[in-house]
């Protein structure tokens, strides 16, 4: 089964063979230097000078960003079960909040972002999601950080891009705390979390707050190649890996390759009459409406994919495909295919091999 959800992903045997290692201890100058090793690596993904990881799932870095960083009150962005998170790990915490919410299709708007801030001078943190993975959506945070940097110097900009790191190279020089996940675009099983920190979200941070998720310890621990507890050691030295192949490939052209197949991935669908969900597509995933999603993806099973569908409203009504990590082009033209012959057997189009056709000459021949 092609596992073609937007993560967890495919994990590469070569990641899976990192597992059976035998288990290095944690306070041994070999780990040491993986961890420094692996930040350091990091840190070509985040461009931001301090990085650390967490034993958690990408919602636990999301909970250590938002109580290390508001001090009065934060701004959420809300276009879907990612960015409702934001709202919901402040009202846990007692963190005041204002929250802007946008149907599921619909990127942030810059003006009221900056309407929000101008309006409420108390609001010192700003959280919204890169790309939001409910519905598959690319929200323009470079441009939101920019204006607001120049409205308000002082705003922490928390971008959670769980769905974005190794996706595509982020422009985080408005962006002070950035967000990833192992299960996403890194293509480790889940687990771990990584985040990326400015000079002034440290400075924010100060003495951090919380206990396993306390930041300033965490970084000031990592960044001696120490952990405050036991670190997920397997995920790293995977992560280690993961990082050397994507420096193999060129960073440049990893990014560059995931654009080129998301492109010819919408193309296709598109071709098949499919109707691409969000006004602003991420590059991690094809998010395609569709009435009968369900009986699709359960035809796709017989296929040998397994695509996620919808959650809350859209349950039903919305499937994704994964686009992130190394996917060969084999195995997304059988994707594609398979999606063709689902609608062939839906009765709503006769299968005559557009979808590989499109996918060949957008992807593969050229
Ligand atoms: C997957 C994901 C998360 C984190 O979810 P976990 O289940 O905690 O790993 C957060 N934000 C986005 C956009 C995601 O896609």
């Known amino acids: 089964m092609i596992l073609a959800t937007p993560g967890p992903v495919e994990i590469p045997l070569f990641v899976r063979e990192t597992f059976l290692g035998e288990t290095i201890h944690h306070r041994t100058p070999e780990f040491k230097a993986i961890l420094l090793e692996t930040l350091d690596r990091f840190k070509n993904i985040t461009h931001l000078p301090y990085n650390v990881f967490l034993s958690s799932s990408g919602s636990g870095a999301m909970e250590a960003a938002v109580i290390n ?99 595509e190279d982020i422009d985080t020089s408005n962006i002070d705390i950035v967000i990833g996940g192992s299960q996403k675009a890194f293509m480790l099983p889940p687990g771990l979390s990584m985040l990326g920190v400015s000079e002034k979200a440290l400075k924010r941070i100060g003495k951090g707050k919380g206990f396993y998720f306390n930041l300033a310890n965490e970084i000031k621990k990592q960044s001696e190649g120490s952990t405050s507890f036991t670190p997920a050691t397997s995920h790293i030295i995977a992560l280690n890996e993961v990082l050397k192949k994507l420096e193999s490939i060129g960073l440049k052209n990893h990014y560059e390759n995931t654009k080129k197949r998301h492109n010819a991935l919408l193309h296709s669908l598109e071709e098949l009459g ?42 039903g009504k919305l499937f994704r495909i994964n686009n992130m990590g190394i996917i060969e082009d084999y195995k997304m033209a059988h994707i594609i295919n398979a999606v063709e012959l689902a609608l062939d057997e839906l009765g709503i189009r006769k299968y005559d091999a557009s979808g590989v056709r499109v996918y060949s000459e957008k992807k593969i021949k050229s």
């Open 274 to 315: 499919l109707s691409i969900f969000p006004e602003n597509p991420a590059l991690s995933m094809a998010a395609v409406y569709f009435e009968k999603a369900e009986e699709l993806r359960s035809i796709l099973k017989k296929y040998e994919v397994n695509v996620a569908g919808g959650q809350d409203h859209l349950k």
């Open 69 to 167: 960083t508001v001090k009065n009150k934060a701004l959420t962005i809300n276009a879907g079960k990612f960015g409702e998170r934001w709202g919901k790990i402040c009202a846990a915490h007692n963190i005041d909040f204002k929250e802007i919410k946008y149907d599921w299709d619909k990127p942030a708007q810059i003006d009221d972002i900056i309407a929000a801030i101008k309006e409420d001078r108390s609001i010192d943190t700003l959280f919204i999601q890169i790309s939001e993975s409910a519905g598959g959506l690319r929200h323009p945070v470079e441009d939101i950080a920019a204006e607001v940097k120049l409205v308000n110097e002082d705003i922490i900009i928390v971008a959670d891009g769980i769905t974005a790191l190794g996706v």
